[in-house]
């Protein structure tokens, strides 16, 4: 019969496809301890019937309220307690990290089980820098947040990896090269499953690829930093200032441009008004 653990919140890292890559300390775990706190419990009764645990199952995910975590800090003085998400590495794009600070302020043990995660595993298949990247989680939905968070980013000087639905990807990506300009990127998908697949391009071409075939499941974009290049002269921003404000307002021209050419967004727009002004 298993031992019980010592009592505690213990983040469970489970796979993000094959269930193979489940380590052996986290199916030790989870048949040890006394709850489970899960994403999606359907989900995760898979998981459990594979590795032959049988604790019981809360559900605890975004739209869970204080009342709930105030409990679960109660139990966690005299129980043993697992988080874990759908898939991955809890807390990254998933909910808990309220959790986890309150356990802390409490003076309550917290250990994490590291596995797997789809940002890290995409970014050793996409063949773009390594040394230095930024997380995204998802994008906003709506265009207009959706646009501000990519200027905010443009010129950050890091590999990019954002997680996307398949029914948003095609739009993300147009989204996306509008904002970036002709970035190098790779779309990873089904990672560790029979059908795992990375498609290399630029953004523009990836969103051409995916405008008429959207795929199923959740996707990682991985997209190259800005290439460093000499500052754009005054006649190749006019050029494609002149170019984008026949498509854009002056304020999204600038914003396009600037992530093109790698310049201060404020030069683009200064210059966008003026062409703007002068007919």
Do not use: W
């Amino acid at each position: 019969m298993n031992q019980p653990l010592p009592p505690g919140l213990y983040i469970v890292a489970t796979p993000i496809g094959n269930l193979g890559d489940m380590t052996s300390r986290a199916a030790d775990t989870l048949c040890r301890v006394d709850r489970i706190l899960a994403e999606d419990k359907r989900v995760t009764a898979k998981l459990l019937s594979h590795i032959g645990a049988t604790a019981p199952m809360t559900a605890y995910h975004d739209h869970s309220d204080e009342a709930l975590r105030d409990r679960i800090l109660a139990d966690l003085s005299s129980k043993a307690i697992a988080l874990v998400s759908d898939a991955g590495t809890p807390l990254i794009s998933d909910p808990g990290y309220k959790l986890v600070r309150a356990a802390r302020a409490a003076g309550l043990a917290v250990h994490t089980l590291p596995g797997a995660s789809a940002a890290i595993a995409a970014l050793t298949l996409a063949g773009l820098p390594t040394d230095r990247f930024l997380f995204l989680g998802f994008l906003p939905a709506k265009a207009k947040a959706r646009a501000e968070t990519i200027a905010e980013v443009a010129n950050v000087r890091a590999t990019l990896v954002l997680y996307e639905g398949g029914s948003r990807l095609a739009e993300s990506l147009e989204a996306l090269s509008h904002g970036l300009g002709r970035r190098d990127a790779a779309v990873v998908r089904e990672i560790s499953k029979l059908h795992e697949e990375t498609v290399t391009g630029n953004l523009a071409e990836l969103a051409d690829r995916y405008a008429a075939n959207a795929p199923k499941g959740e996707i990682v974009i991985v997209i190259a930093p800005p290439q460093q290049r000499a500052e754009a002269s005054d006649d190749e921003l006019d050029l494609a200032l002149k170019d984008a404000l026949g498509r854009l307002s002056p304020s999204r021209a600038a914003q396009e441009v600037a992530a093109a050419l790698n310049i201060p967004r404020k030069r683009a727009y200064a210059r966008a008004l003026e062409l703007g002004a002068n007919g």
